[in-house]
């Protein structure tokens, strides 16, 4: 691995909401980016080579649920295991926690997000009718649960 997967930092900002940019038709800004950093509420993770942010995930939790916001990673470093990476390490820490569960949604038509999520143990579990904006599709809804 040539690589390292860290907590998010606010130097890591700029990065992940230019990622954001190029993988997301609706992206988040940097202040909404900013309020899912680390604390007692939320893990956020990016996977850097030296200064260079490849990918990131985000994971918002309330009791024992855990709800993740976002995974992204650059379009020239995909189908390197750092999309699967990302999740493994979110769900080590989700399992610190105690979550009973890891849920989120994907685009419909975005199989290859859908495959890695099954792989790693995801299982698909209903859906929600034009959730996502430009363009307009649903999104499958997908949880792991982790007891």
């Known amino acids: 691995m040539d690589y390292a997967i860290l907590d998010a930092a606010a130097r890591h900002l700029p990065q992940v909401e230019r990622l954001e940019q190029r993988c997301f038709s609706v992206p988040w800004t940097e202040a909404q980016l900013r309020a899912q950093l680390p604390d007692d509420r ?62 989120l949604e994907a685009r419909a038509s975005n199989a290859p997000a859908i495959r890695l999520y099954e792989k790693m143990g995801f299982r698909q579990v209903g859906r929600r009718k034009r959730y996502y904006q430009r363009p307009e599709e649903d999104a499958v809804l997908m949880t792991l649960f982790l007891r």
């Not at 939320?42 to 942010?53: S, T």
């Not at 990131?56 to 024992?64: K, S």
């Not at 990476?85 to 610190?96: K, V």
Request: net charge negative; aromatic share 6%; glycine share 12%.
């Open 42 to 103: 939320h893990v956020f993770l990016v996977a850097e080579r030296g200064d260079e942010v490849l990918g990131y995930v985000g994971l918002m939790h309330v009791l024992d649920e855990g709800y993740i916001s976002n995974v992204a990673v650059s379009p020239d470093c995909r189908r390197q295991g750092i999309g699967a990476a990302l999740i493994a390490e979110l769900t080590r820490r989700a399992g610190r926690l105690e979550l009973a569960f890891l849920t």
